[in-house]
């Protein structure tokens, strides 16, 4: 079997499919917003566009989609305000998962959302930009993928891993319980 550090641009893009694939099957309700239409949408500032990272600050770090975007809790600070100016929520992540997941919670809290179709990854394989979070001026070609399995970048797109301890673990574990339990307002 091949690696995937191994693997060329096409038959990384090939098996980001097949993630995509597969994780578009556990959110069969939630809408998918195709990584050109919201491409477009940021070009065009659309003023009802939020886009929602739910990846972890560290991996925010590295870098992020350009336009209106926020962390999950930059977001759900003024999720009433975004409520009501009847928002349009763009969530993604690594590859779709955790942003699948949050986009069902917003439907299920009255926003209109939908799960950015193959999340970062996708974004990359179609060539678009990044930029740096402390600096949105500032583009990028590094992306953080999670972990080796993940590293499906595009052509030309620099993977960052990191290590995480145990505690690291157990930390985002925890947190991500907290959440489902006691679901910020």
């Known amino acids: 079997p091949t690696s995937i550090a191994s693997m060329d641009a096409q038959a990384r893009k090939m098996q980001l499919q097949k993630v995509w694939a597969d994780v578009?099957?556990?959110?069969?309700?939630?809408?998918?917003?195709?990584?050109?239409?919201?491409?477009e949408r940021i070009q065009k500032a659309d003023p009802?566009?939020?886009?929602?990272?739910?990846?972890?600050?560290d991996e925010m770090q590295v870098s992020v989609l350009p336009g209106p975007v926020m962390s999950r809790d930059q977001f759900e600070s003024k999720m009433e305000?975004?409520?009501s100016q009847h928002a349009e929520v763009v969530c993604y992540c690594t590859a779709g998962v955790?942003?699948?997941?949050?986009?069902?919670?917003?439907i299920g809290k009255g926003?209109?959302?939908?799960?950015?179709?193959?999340?970062?990854?996708?974004?990359t394989q179609q060539q678009l930009p990044l930029v740096e979070w402390d600096d949105r001026s500032?583009?990028?070609r590094r992306v953080h993928v999670?972990?080796?399995?993940?590293?499906?970048?595009?052509e030309g797109y620099e993977p960052v891993m990191f290590e995480h301890s145990?505690?690291?673990?157990?930390?985002?574990?925890?947190?991500?319980?907290?959440?489902?339990?006691?679901?910020w307002k």
């Open 81 to 83: 305000e975004y409520k």
């Open 111 to 123: 926003f209109v959302a939908s799960n950015l179709e193959g999340s970062i990854l996708e974004w």
């Open 24 to 39: 578009s099957t556990k959110f069969p309700q939630i809408p998918v917003t195709p990584v050109k239409g919201l491409y």
């Open 146 to 154: 999670y972990g080796k399995a993940w590293a499906l970048q595009g």
């Open 138 to 140: 500032k583009e990028t």
């Open 48 to 57: 009802k566009l939020v886009i929602v990272d739910t990846r972890s600050q």
């Open 166 to 183: 145990t505690t690291r673990a157990i930390s985002d574990t925890v947190r991500g319980a907290l959440r489902s339990l006691w679901p």
């Open 98 to 106: 955790r942003s699948g997941k949050y986009a069902q919670e917003l």
